[in-house]
């Protein structure tokens, strides 16, 4: 790039600086488009995934964090789609927590929906995993599999026990929708609560063609908020995880509950993170289209020198925000991409 003003500004340790003076500290990685799981407000029923040719190898997806961690980055967290039915998903964990081991990280987690844990908790946990999140809107069996058109309740639960046996802290992470689930919230606080579990609340996001109307399920946590008050005692807190979520205790459990509110109340002014899709794209922004094609660049050159470059030239078109808004006129999302390609 010739033009000053339009390269990211570096610190003196060489940290990734956006053009609004934001450290870009945390990166998101998904790792598959794939889930075994069809979530009404995420995914179509009949999805047609991503030919693998498609996708970064395991070598690729660890050559490209590594970059970003010599550039900065402290959290990583892998999704998906479900990051754990990834074929060999274990190995690129096991060779990223070196970095864990070096301390050039501070944190490896991962966002699941559960289904896979009691299978790969222990492995996790060994390789330096303390933190995860499991994705899960309800604990009614029927409307489970409901909303995942095909999960199975029991063995996600299994999968929460087991990775608490493992040593692993789990959050549960809920999309709060109209008419299924805001009745089930306060009873979610205290089941969660009830086993050491923060519980974090999160808008549906207008990401990708379902077949349901969004503006049919759209529940504003402002009013979720409001409810609880009623039931709860609720403090707010300064927790953060580095994350998008505000806090706040709740006086008669001792737990705390986190609210995502992308549409009443956005997150923007904090944002540290970037995503990196299971194709190679880098988004800047969750919801805005803007990208940079990072696997052209790690497939041009066995050097990181274009990688890095490609980076950077990236991290300078970091915008100020998103423009979620959930179109009542049109129905349509305000991102085209699924959110399984995204990452969660």
Request: hydrophobic share 35%.
């Amino acid at each position: 790039m010739q033009h000053s003003q339009t390269q990211p500004l570096v610190s003196p340790v060489g940290q990734m600086i956006d053009p609004f003076g934001r450290a870009i500290t945390y990166l998101r990685v998904s790792v598959t488009d794939r889930c075994d799981f069809r979530c009404t407000y995420c995914m179509a029923e009949h999805m047609t995934f991503l030919p693998k040719k498609d996708l970064l190898t395991l070598e690729e997806l660890d050559r490209i964090c590594s970059a970003f961690i010599n550039r900065g980055v402290r959290k990583l967290r892998l999704t998906g789609g479900e990051p754990l039915v990834r074929k060999n998903i274990m190995h690129l964990v096991r060779s990223l927590s070196r970095h864990l081991a070096s301390g050039t990280l501070d944190e490896l987690t991962l966002t699941t929906n559960g289904s896979q844990l009691v299978r790969f908790a222990d492995e996790l946990a060994d390789c330096g995993i303390r933190r995860i999140n499991v994705s899960m809107d309800t604990l009614d069996p029927g409307k489970f599999r409901e909303i995942t058109r095909w999960g199975d309740l029991s063995r996600v639960l299994e999968g929460i026990e087991a990775a608490q046996k493992a040593g692993i802290s789990v959050k549960i992470n809920a999309v709060a929708l109209k008419n299924f689930n805001e009745l089930e919230i306060a009873h979610m606080i205290r089941w969660a609560h009830g086993r050491n579990m923060d519980l974090t609340l999160i808008e549906t996001m207008p990401m990708g063609e379902i077949e349901f109307d969004r503006t049919d399920q759209y529940l504003p946590l402002s009013q979720v908020r409001a409810d609880l008050a009623r039931q709860f005692t609720l403090h707010d807190s300064l927790y953060s995880t580095g994350g998008p979520a505000r806090y706040v205790t709740i006086a008669e459990t001792g737990g705390r509950l986190g609210f995502i509110t992308p549409l009443t109340h956005n997150f923007c002014e904090s944002c540290n993170r970037v995503r990196l899709t299971c194709t190679g794209m880098l988004y800047m922004c969750l919801g805005q289209n803007d990208d940079a094609d990072l696997r052209q660049a790690v497939r041009a050159s066995e050097s990181d020198a274009l990688l890095s470059e490609t980076i950077d030239e990236a991290i300078s078109r970091k915008p100020k925000g998103h423009d979620f808004i959930i179109d009542r006129d049109h129905n349509r999302p305000a991102v085209a991409r699924h959110m399984s390609l995204t990452g969660g």
